[in-house]
C-alpha cells in the first residue's frame, strides 16, 4: 500500500497514520507532506517526510504517481475568531490546497486509485432539529460555503479516473488535540456548563472511528462521494455537557444547570462562535449503509474512554513518553 499523506502530523492525522500502520505492517509506504522542515527528521523511519507549501503551487506529479491513495487532512483551525483575514486563511488552506493537489494528479501518468479529502459536517450549516444524511443539500453560513467549495475542488479529480470521497468530519473526540483538549481541563475544575439552552444538536466521533473511517473509505469500493465522518448518535449540547461532566466525576446537574452565554461567546469569537451554537443532527448514511462497524456508537463510552487515556497518560513516567 503506496499512500500519501498531507496533513499527517496533525490530530486526524497522526491517527489515521497508526492505524494504516496497524493495518498493513511491512506493506505500507508511506509519504507524509508538511510544509514545515522543521521537525521532519522527527518524524518516524516508516513515515518518508515531503516538504510542500500546500496553497503556494501544485506539489510535482511524481508526489502522486500510481499512488494506492492519498489522503488530505491539511486546513487551518476553525477554533479562533474570525477575522477577514482568518476566513481567507480558513479558505484558503483548504480550497487552494485542494486545487493545487488536484492540479498535480491532473499531470500524472498513472493517478492515484482514490483521494480522500477531508470536508466537514459545516457543510450543513445551522438546521436545527433536521436529521441529516450525505444526501442533504448544503446549508447556509461560511463553513457551509467553505466546505461546497472545498468538496467542489475535491471531486474534480474524478474527470482522471480517481475515486474521490469527501469525509464529512464531525467534532472529533481524543486526547493529544482537538476539542478535548480545552473542554477536559475546564471540566475538571468544575466549571463546565452547556451553551444556551443546551437544545443544539453536536455530531460527534471518536478519534479511533474518525481514523477508522477514514481507512474505509481508502479500501471499500462502494464509499465514493460525501461520506459523513460521525458517529451513529448524536446529541445535544446539554447531553453531551451532562455526560461529560459525569465522566470526568463532576456533578452533571450543575454542568446541566449552568450555561454559558451565546452573546459571550459572540464576544471572544465573533462569528467564529458559529461552531459552537449551530445545530448540525447529522447521521453516518454512508459508513453504515458500506458496513462500517463503529468501536464508538455511544457518546458514553467514547467520552469515557478518552478521559482514561488521558489519565493514563499523565501517569505514565517521563521516559515512558
Same mark, same amino acid.
Given at each position: 500500500?503506496?499512500?500519501?499523506?498531507?496533513?499527517?502530523?496533525?490530530?486526524?492525522?497522526?491517527?489515521?497514520?497508526?492505524?494504516?500502520?496497524?493495518?498493513?505492517?511491512?506493506?505500507?509506504?508511506?509519504?507524509?507532506?508538511?510544509?514545515?522542515?522543521?521537525?521532519?527528521?522527527?518524524?518516524?523511519?516508516?513515515?518518508?517526510?515531503?516538504?510542500?507549501?500546500?496553497?503556494?503551487?501544485?506539489?510535482?506529479?511524481?508526489?502522486?504517481?500510481?499512488?494506492?491513495?492519498?489522503?488530505?487532512?491539511?486546513?487551518?483551525?476553525?477554533?479562533?475568531?474570525?477575522?477577514?483575514?482568518?476566513?481567507?486563511?480558513?479558505?484558503?488552506?483548504?480550497?487552494?490546497?485542494?486545487?493545487?493537489?488536484?492540479?498535480?494528479?491532473?499531470?500524472?501518468?498513472?493517478?492515484?486509485?482514490?483521494?480522500?479529502?477531508?470536508?466537514?459536517?459545516?457543510?450543513?450549516?445551522?438546521?436545527?432539529?433536521?436529521?441529516?444524511?450525505?444526501?442533504?443539500?448544503?446549508?447556509? %453560513?461560511?463553513?457551509?460555503? +467553505?466546505?461546497?467549495?472545498?468538496? @467542489?475542488?475535491? &471531486?474534480?479529480?474524478? #474527470? *482522471? !479516473?480517481?475515486?474521490?470521497?469527501?469525509?464529512?468530519? %464531525?467534532?472529533?473526540?481524543? +486526547?493529544?488535540?482537538?476539542?478535548? @483538549?480545552?473542554? &477536559?481541563?475546564?471540566? #475538571? *475544575? !468544575?466549571?463546565?456548563?452547556?451553551?444556551?439552552?443546551?437544545?443544539?444538536?453536536?455530531?460527534?466521533?471518536?478519534?479511533?472511528?474518525?481514523?477508522? &473511517?477514514?481507512?474505509?473509505?481508502?479500501?471499500?469500493?462502494?464509499?465514493?462521494?460525501?461520506?459523513?465522518?460521525?458517529?451513529?448518535?448524536?446529541?445535544?449540547?446539554?447531553?453531551?455537557?451532562?455526560?461529560?461532566?459525569?465522566?470526568?466525576?463532576?456533578?452533571?446537574?450543575?454542568?446541566?444547570?449552568?450555561?454559558?452565554?451565546?452573546?459571550?461567546?459572540?464576544?471572544?469569537?465573533?462569528?467564529?462562535?458559529?461552531?459552537?451554537?449551530?445545530?448540525?443532527?447529522?447521521?453516518?448514511?454512508?459508513?453504515?449503509?458500506?458496513?462500517?462497524?463503529?468501536?464508538?456508537?455511544?457518546?458514553?463510552?467514547?467520552?469515557?474512554?478518552?478521559?482514561?487515556?488521558?489519565?493514563?497518560?499523565?501517569?505514565?513516567?517521563?521516559?515512558?513518553?
Amino acid at each position: 500500500m503506496r499512500m500519501v499523506v498531507i496533513g499527517g502530523r496533525g490530530f486526524i492525522g497522526r491517527a489515521v497514520l497508526e492505524q494504516c500502520l496497524s493495518t498493513w505492517e511491512e506493506e505500507l509506504q508511506v509519504t507524509v507532506v508538511t510544509r514545515r522542515k522543521k521537525g521532519a527528521e522527527l518524524l518516524p523511519a516508516w513515515q518518508r517526510p515531503f516538504i510542500w507549501n500546500v496553497e503556494e503551487s501544485p506539489p510535482p506529479p511524481s508526489l502522486l504517481e500510481g499512488a494506492d491513495a492519498v489522503i488530505n487532512l491539511a486546513g487551518e483551525t476553525v477554533a479562533q475568531r474570525w477575522t477577514p483575514a482568518a476566513k481567507q486563511r480558513i479558505r484558503d488552506s483548504r480550497v487552494l490546497t485542494t486545487r493545487n493537489l488536484v492540479e498535480a494528479i491532473h499531470q500524472t501518468a498513472h493517478p492515484p486509485k482514490v483521494l480522500v479529502n477531508a470536508s466537514a459536517v459545516g457543510y450543513y450549516g445551522d438546521r436545527g432539529d433536521e436529521e441529516l444524511t450525505e444526501d442533504s443539500p448544503p446549508g447556509q %453560513g461560511f463553513l457551509a460555503e +467553505v466546505c461546497r467549495l472545498w468538496e @467542489e475542488e475535491a &471531486l474534480r479529480a474524478r #474527470e *482522471w !479516473g480517481v475515486r474521490v470521497v469527501c469525509a464529512r468530519f %464531525g467534532i472529533v473526540l481524543g +486526547v493529544g488535540g482537538g476539542v478535548m @483538549e480545552r473542554l &477536559l481541563p475546564v471540566f #475538571e *475544575w !468544575g466549571l463546565g456548563a452547556k451553551i444556551g439552552s443546551g437544545r443544539h444538536w453536536l455530531s460527534w466521533v471518536h478519534i479511533a472511528d474518525a481514523a477508522g &473511517l477514514v481507512l474505509h473509505a481508502v479500501t471499500n469500493e462502494q464509499v465514493r462521494g460525501p461520506m459523513n465522518v460521525v458517529a451513529p448518535n448524536p446529541v445535544t449540547n446539554r447531553e453531551f455537557t451532562r455526560l461529560l461532566a459525569r465522566a470526568v466525576g463532576k456533578p452533571a446537574f450543575l454542568a446541566t444547570l449552568l450555561s454559558v452565554p451565546p452573546l459571550l461567546l459572540r464576544l471572544q469569537l465573533g462569528e467564529g462562535a458559529t461552531v459552537l451554537t449551530a445545530s448540525q443532527r447529522v447521521f453516518p448514511k454512508v459508513a453504515l449503509e458500506t458496513g462500517y462497524n463503529f468501536a464508538f456508537p455511544q457518546l458514553e463510552k467514547a467520552l469515557k474512554e478518552v478521559v482514561y487515556r488521558r489519565a493514563k497518560l499523565s501517569l505514565a513516567p517521563s521516559w515512558a513518553s
